[in-house]
Each structure stands twice: as C-alpha cells, then as structure tokens.
C-alpha cells in the first residue's frame, strides 16, 4: 500500500468495519489498513514523538505496514531490536481500538497479530 500514516483522530473503527460489512471484502480490507495505519502513527508518535512519524512517513516507512515481513524488515533496518517494541506498541493500540484483549506475557509475532486482528474485524462485520 503506498498511503501515509495517519495521525488524525478517528471514531469507532468497528463503525466503519460495519458500515462495509454489506460491502465488498476490499472495502474491508481498506478499512482494516486504515485502522492499522492509525495506529502506527499514534504508536510512533507517542514512543518516539511527532518529528520522527513525520520523517519516518516522509522516507516511506510505512507504506506496507500491511505486509508483516517487509515491515519488520524496514523497522529492523531503522531501529535494530528496538522494531519488536514498536510493532508491540502498534498492535497495542490497534487491539485497543478493536476492543481485544492484549496479553503482553504471551509470545509475541506481529504476523499472527495482525491475523488475529483482521479476525476479530470480520466477525465484527458479520454481527447483525
């Protein structure tokens, strides 16, 4: 995905997850990166402060936050093992805002978290 992070506050994202839920599995999708996108940027932006999300997004560091490798790989290029604590910080927020329980002591792989995230979207689409 080539878009930007966003750092605008948004309203409830399983709103959005479910206007869509009659909509096409893309619209979904785009949901689901936006809400994601939202939550690098917060995540960034409270660890490490507005200056760096503004260079980091300027250089294009998180256009494929969607794709797990190759985010870990251009975090890891950044930050070295300081990328696992961002992308926990990340998934953090993003479960907060989908209201799904984040266990810290558990293993953690961004991965599976993102999965484990996109899930508990789409059940959410199917309620109702």
């Given at each position: ?42 995540g960034v932006k ?83």
């Amino acid at each position: 995905m080539s878009s930007s992070v966003s750092t605008m506050p948004q309203d409830d994202f399983r709103t959005s997850w479910k206007t869509n839920r009659t909509s096409s599995k893309l619209a979904q999708e785009k949901t689901f990166s936006s809400m994601l996108q939202l939550s690098i940027g917060e995540g960034v932006k409270a660890a490490l402060g507005q200056a760096i999300l503004g260079v980091l997004n300027g250089q294009g560091m998180f256009n494929e936050a969607t794709d797990p490798k190759e985010f870990h790989r251009k975090l890891q290029s950044v930050f070295g093992s300081g990328a696992g604590v961002l992308e926990k910080v990340i998934v953090k927020d993003l479960f907060r805002k989908l209201n799904i329980p984040y266990n810290s002591q558990e293993r953690f792989d961004y991965g599976e978290a993102l999965e484990r995230a996109k899930e508990a979207c789409a059940m959410e689409a199917r309620k109702k």
